[in-house]
């Protein structure tokens, strides 16, 4: 009997995942390059479980039910390309091939393309939740073709997390959808790990917190309405092991230096390309750059001084403060995540649900939190919301905090501590609610400069000034091309 589902690449994710779809009642056959990969899966974790193993791409094709639906886990970028080449001659019309792992969307875009115009149907996939998402229900981000969605819908919807309002996957839209969207979450995930990180820096170097105390103020703080996520409450398990070896906690053994695998980058690349302000995103990836400058830092700290980390204040209502700062920021980045899927959906044509993005991170995601909820019924209400610091549920809370919030990087400025992704955010925040911004002196630069033109607040329409030869002249309409 041929087997429903195929999994090319047993590393940790592509094995957890085919795992998880057996458990869900559909036969799975596996390939791997190699074949000692292949038999240790079998012989381990696939014993007595309805799983084929093959051995050559002919066999694993061989062995599915039509249509193929093979899901590839192999590194991203040539090697995706590389295995559809070779599945390609493969495979009969209407085959569909899922790309899970984390593609850039221009490379699914551009696979998309061609294999639908080859008569087969492509899913780019984006997938959250690291190894135990996969294995016991991740978020699911798939984007293509529909109708393939559609023949996987049983699937997915059995294998991916599932939450009060149903499984956390949905089709995202056509073509990079799934992976766009899929890099945004990332690019989130980067923005909220920047600021619990200086949240920490701030209650261990400001007010001294010890391992044993930064546990208990961040397990009470995932107990809250606004911050219950599985980032706080990873935060607050790590604070409490301790390093066999030097019997310190072990969190303060490890290397400063914070790798990443470039979707932050691209998140804040594409951004950029088409306009939308992500400054808190922008920040947390260049605090990882930072600091991978340890050698460099290290030597710096010797020659560059700063102010003594002394707080004389009470910790207590200070930690609070750090509480709203941390959520007030957290809603800033989120908002420009958001922004970013908003303007993305129009110039990239996808149609995206943003009340439907939010509700499959609610499971499974590495950003799952129980402030989502609110994010889905503000774009349910309001599909058309600009921006989501302007929905009910977040608008007053930001007002009601908003100075605790300038407290608190006002003393991190004071003390020494940098704190890029709160300050990233509040400048966010400040900028977005003032209705005049100093650029009206950056587009006289640009015109005294380059003839660029401005615009006027009085009459519409493009002008230019002489500004070196400005004496008794009123400036005229420019000739717009």
Known sequence: MAQSFGVIGLAVMGENLALNVERNGFPVAVYNRSREKTDTFMATRAQGKNFVAAYTLEEFV???ERPRKILIMVKAGAPVDAMIEQLKPLLDEGDILIDGGNSLFTDTQRRAADLESAKFTFIGMGVSGGEEGALNGPSLMPGGTQQAYHHLEP?????AAQVDDGPCVTYIGPGGAGHYVKMVHNGIEYGDMQLIAEAYDLLRNVLGLNAQRLHEV???????DELNSYLIEI???IFKVIDPETGKPLVDMIMDAAGQKGTGRWTVTDALEIGV???TIIAAVTARIMSSYKQERVAASKQLTGPSANFDGDTQEFITKVRDALYCSKMCSYAQGMALLSKASEVYGFNLNLGECARIWKGGCIIRAGFLNKIKHAF???PGLPNLLLAPEFKQTILDRQMAWREVVAVAATVGIPVPAFSASLDYFD????????QNLTQAQRDYFGAHTYERVDKPGAYHTD????????????MVK
């Open 62 to 64: 061989a062995a599915l």
């Open 155 to 159: 699937i997915l919807t059995k294998i």
């Open 218 to 224: 961040f397990a009470e703080w995932n107990t809250t």
């Open 235 to 237: 935060t607050a398990d």
């Open 277 to 279: 302000a992500i400054p």
């Open 380 to 382: 349910d209400e309001n």
């Open 431 to 438: 900028s977005y609610r003032r209705d005049r911004l100093p």
């Open 467 to 478: 500004w070196v030869n400005i004496a008794d002249q009123t400036p005229e309409p420019a």
